[in-house]
């Protein structure tokens, strides 16, 4: 079964290049109105409904196809009980902390004294794991800059890789703007992820898959977002690991976005792989977490394109629904005080109990 959502022109304002959603009675089910209550009611009924759908039922969706996601076949093994696995412990309130010091930085857009800092920052708290910079050169509508991605490698015994990734930069030339959600959420909780993957390894090795952590520089476009003035990490790393082999490899990639809002709602998102979606909403679900899973389909441009691209399979996790009608979204409002450790929480032990699903396909 499937919420079929009509565009009246009430979210004309949300349509925008990047972002397209789907399900409009959940997204205005935030807002009180009564008739959007029961909306909710249903809605919700509908999403649950929804979650036992077959990826293949979902795979005919257009949104899906433009990426080739859909027809990556999801793993032939019968999915791991997530319940039967250990519950994770990632400490969200360190996530946090990591958020505010990069935050303090100030503004991280390319070339910036903040994006500098917040590079040294990155190499210090991963100075004892297997780091490695991917440095590039990137030609953007306001010339050519150096950029570069921070790839921490923690070897698993089993072959293959898992690949949990976000961004640390902030938009380009905005003195104003912080990112403490954009940007700022996603390198705390990869910080506090590499410290559980640190702590599992025994003899350079974890058990289970090898998980690559990846924060991405240059997601943000310099002027307006388009396919060639965005993503310019993500793309770059996509085209290496294509030629290089290593893409073959990756048995899922997943994007953390905006992750700290305190009102969590993570969107399913409709160009990510649907297998893995339902693996994340299975995870959520063990864990107690679905209500802040999928209440909205969007249809989301991110760094996981680029991969989805070359057919490696991807979830995009991300809240872009940030403050009434994602009002805080690029503005200088995107500070620390609209975060919440629980979320950090929720959206790390997520990320992670779907690493050890993923680890015993
Ligand atoms: C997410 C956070 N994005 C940029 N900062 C991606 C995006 C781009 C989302 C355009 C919607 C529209
Ligand atoms: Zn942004």
Not at 2 to 15: F, S
Not at 72 to 97: E, Y
Not at 286 to 304: K, N, P, T
Request: proline share 4%; hydrophobic share 40%.
């Amino acid at each position: 079964m499937k919420l079929k959502a009509t565009n009246n022109g009430m979210n004309a304002g949300l349509e925008q290049p990047g972002f397209h959603i789907r399900s409009l009675l959940s997204f205005r089910a935030k807002r009180g109105n009564p008739i959007v209550a029961m909306a909710l009611t249903l809605t919700l009924a509908l999403a649950a409904c929804s979650q036992q759908k077959t990826s293949a039922a979902s795979s005919s969706d257009p949104a899906r196809a433009q990426t080739g996601a859909a027809s990556k076949a999801a793993p032939a093994t019968p999915g791991v009980d997530p319940s039967t696995l250990p519950v994770p412990h990632v400490d969200g309130a360190r996530a946090m902390q990591y958020t505010k010091d990069v935050v303090a930085f100030g503004p991280r857009y390319v070339s910036s004294p903040g994006h500098k800092k917040v590079e040294e920052f990155l190499r210090s708290k991963l100075k004892d794991d297997n780091l490695e910079e991917d440095r590039f050169t990137a030609t953007t509508p306001d010339g050519t800059f150096p950029m570069t991605n921070f790839i921490a490698k923690f070897p698993g015994t089993n072959d293959g890789i898992i690949v949990l990734s976000g961004h640390y930069d902030t938009l380009y030339n905005r003195k104003d703007f912080v990112g403490a959600n954009d940007g700022g959420s996603s390198t705390g909780i990869l910080l506090a992820l590499a410290d559980q993957f640190r702590s599992q390894m025994k003899n350079g090795r974890r058990e289970g898959y090898s998980v690559w952590l990846v924060w991405f520089d240059g997601e943000e476009a310099f002027q307006h977002w388009t396919d060639t003035d965005s993503v310019y990490g993500s793309r770059q790393l996509a085209e290496k690991w294509n030629q290089d082999g290593t893409a073959k490899k990756v048995k899922a990639f997943m994007l953390a976005d905006m992750i700290g809002d305190a009102d969590l709602n993570i969107e399913r998102d409709l160009n990510s792989t649907a297998w893995l979606e339902d693996m994340i909403y299975r995870a959520a679900t063990a864990l107690g977490y679905q209500s802040h899973f999928y209440r909205r389909e969007v249809g989301m441009d991110d760094d996981h394109i680029p991969f989805a691209k070359i057919g490696v399979p991807v979830a995009d996790l991300i809240d872009f629904d940030y403050g009434y009608d994602n009002a805080f979204w690029h503005t200088s409002e995107d500070t620390m005080d609209k975060l919440s450790p629980k979320s950090f929480d929720i959206v790390g032990n997520v990320m992670m109990l779907t690493v050890e699903m993923l680890d015993r396909q």
